[in-house]
């Protein structure tokens, strides 16, 4: 399994970014994925999950109305549109897969966002 991420940087408050996340290794297909941030010195914590289809999408209240999540089955790639960006949606923002079993989740190396004037 690999998950890759990019499309992170810096931008002021109110701004847009769009993160991607090439998967290999597995049939992309078959899984539902799930973005996850972590703030310098919190743990992570979950944004978004959208189901195998495409059709099922949940955020978390922090970001609801803000971020879509989508995903493109034919080439493997999950994204994470975020717009109207706050100073507190300033993280490493990473792509996971369930991994099963209760063991913590396959993820990439994630890509840091910035919002800051």
């Known amino acids: 399994v690999q998950l890759v991420e990019s499309g992170g940087g810096m931008v002021q408050p109110g701004g847009s970014l769009r993160l991607s996340c090439a998967a290999s290794?597995?049939?992309?297909?078959?899984?539902?994925m799930s973005w996850v941030r972590q703030a310098p010195g919190k743990g992570p914590e979950w944004v978004s999950v959208?189901?195998?289809?495409?059709?099922?999408?949940y955020y978390a209240d922090s970001v609801k109305g803000r971020f879509t999540i989508s995903r493109d089955n034919a080439k493997n790639m999950l994204y994470l549109q975020m717009n109207s960006l706050k100073p507190e949606d300033t993280a490493l923002y990473y792509c996971a897969r369930d991994r099963g079993g209760g063991s913590p989740p396959y993820r990439g190396q994630g890509t840091q966002v910035t919002v800051s004037s």
């Open positions: 959208i189901n195998t289809g495409g059709i099922g999408t």
């Open positions: 290794g597995f049939i992309f297909s078959n899984y539902d």
